[in-house]
Every structure is written in C-alpha cells, then in structure tokens.
C-alpha cells in the first residue's frame, strides 16, 4: 500500500488565487513528519513546510501553510496568494517514527498558475 | 552558502560501465541520502546514512553501493550499469532545528545509460 498519496497529478490555479493541493498518508506511527517540497522545471528540490505530528498548530511559512488533518491522515499545502513562479512539481513526504531516516515520496502534483 | 553539492549533472553510460557519483555537503549535517526519481514514480530512496560510517538501504537499494567518506560525503557507486538505472539521481542530507526538520536536496544527476 501506498504511504503518501496525491490523488492530484495536475492543478491549475488564476494568479493572486489560493490552491490547495492534497496529501494523505498511511502510517501506525504515533510519531512521523510530513513535508512538502517545491520541484521546478530546473529540477532541483526546494523544502517548503514541515509538520510534526504531535504538533497540535497547523505549519506556516509565508504564503503557504499546511492543513494538518490528522484523524484523517491527511495534509494538504495550501498556498496563498498564487505567482507565476508557482508552477511547479510539489511532492508530499513523510517521515515515519522511531528513528527511521527513510523519508517516502508521493508521486507529486504538477500546479500550474495561469496569469 | 553552497548547500548539497552533486557531480556530475549528467552523465551517459554504456551498460556495464561502472561509475561513481559525488556528493557533499557544507552544513555539518548528520544525515545523508540518495534518491532517484523517475517519471510518475515521484522519488525513491536508494541508500541513507545517518550519521559518518553508517549507512542502510533504502526502498531500491539493488545495483548500488554508497560509501560515507566523511561527515562530508556520501558517494553513489554503480557498478555495472543497466538500463533500468537511467534517472535523476539527488542526494540529500537533513538537519532537525527547534523541532523542524528540513532537508536539502542537491541540484541533481541526469544519468542515461544506454
């Protein structure tokens, strides 16, 4: 079964709007992380946001924020504001606990911002 | 401020040719990876090393060694390569601060083997 999944392969957003782009996750863990990252045509990774999950505040950084649905497996990016610079690949990641360094990848959304 | 640093950024190999890719890093980071991604499969951990001298398998670890040189730098060794082994290699390492974690990821690796 898949740990990260995003039912989204493509999204497009009007610019200056806010977009959501979903995540759920799959884990027994009472202790795990979740991230998303930012892939740009450029290809390089660019980390956006973490969530712990015994964090009990949804994440922010900036113009996104992460909606920390956890009884529902689920954290979804939310982004504010939409730029053109946006466009991008962003992957949904987690982190499970009890030390484990693997960190598990969704398959990404591709978000498009139309001017 | 050079972050994670790869080599080469692409690279064709005939299959069965070995070869080595290089990562390092300048933030003292414990932790090292090594991904590949592949169209539609998002990305997949081939080997991780938590800290100098350790390292583990990961998801796809077939076909690949690695090497922790130092706190420094986490090589990727394939052997002999296959066709199956062409895709964007990143490698990575991660920092946990005030209760976040963060992971920096290298520019990446275009790797066709033919």
């Known amino acids: 079964a898949q740990k990260i999944t995003q039912t989204q392969p493509g999204m497009f957003v009007q610019e200056k709007e806010a977009v959501t782009l979903d995540c759920t996750y799959d884990?027994?863990?009472?202790?795990?992380?979740l991230f998303w990252y930012k892939q740009p045509s450029s290809g390089e990774m660019i980390f956006l946001i973490y969530?712990?999950?015994?964090?009990?505040q949804n994440a922010t950084e900036g113009r996104y924020s992460l909606n920390f649905q956890k009884a529902r497996k689920s954290a979804n990016l939310v982004i504010s504001a939409s730029q053109l610079g946006d466009s991008a690949m962003y992957f949904c990641?987690?982190?499970?606990?009890?030390?484990?360094?693997?960190?598990?990848f969704g398959k990404g959304t591709k978000l498009t911002v139309n001017p | 401020n050079a972050g994670v640093t790869q080599t080469p950024k692409f690279q064709v190999l005939k299959t069965g040719q070995s070869m080595t890719l290089q990562c390092a890093q300048d933030?003292?980071?414990?932790?090292m990876y090594w991904y590949r991604q592949d169209p539609g499969m998002g990305l997949r951990l081939i080997y991780y090393?938590?800290?100098?001298?350790?390292?583990d398998k990961g998801e796809v670890p077939n076909g690949y060694n690695v090497s922790r040189l130092n706190k420094r730098e986490f090589s990727l060794r394939l052997e002999s390569a296959a066709p199956s082994q062409t895709s964007v290699y990143f490698c990575?390492?991660?920092?946990?601060?005030?209760?976040?974690?963060?992971?920096?990821f290298g520019s990446g690796t275009q790797l066709s083997v033919l």
């Open positions: 884990t027994s863990d009472q202790s795990y992380g």
């Open positions: 990575a390492s991660s920092v946990w601060t005030d209760k976040n974690e963060k992971l920096f």
């Open positions: 969530q712990g999950s015994y964090d009990e």
């Open positions: 090393s938590a800290s100098e001298g350790t390292t």
């Open positions: 990641a987690m982190r499970e606990g009890g030390g484990s360094e693997k960190l598990v």
């Open positions: 933030m003292n980071h414990n932790s």
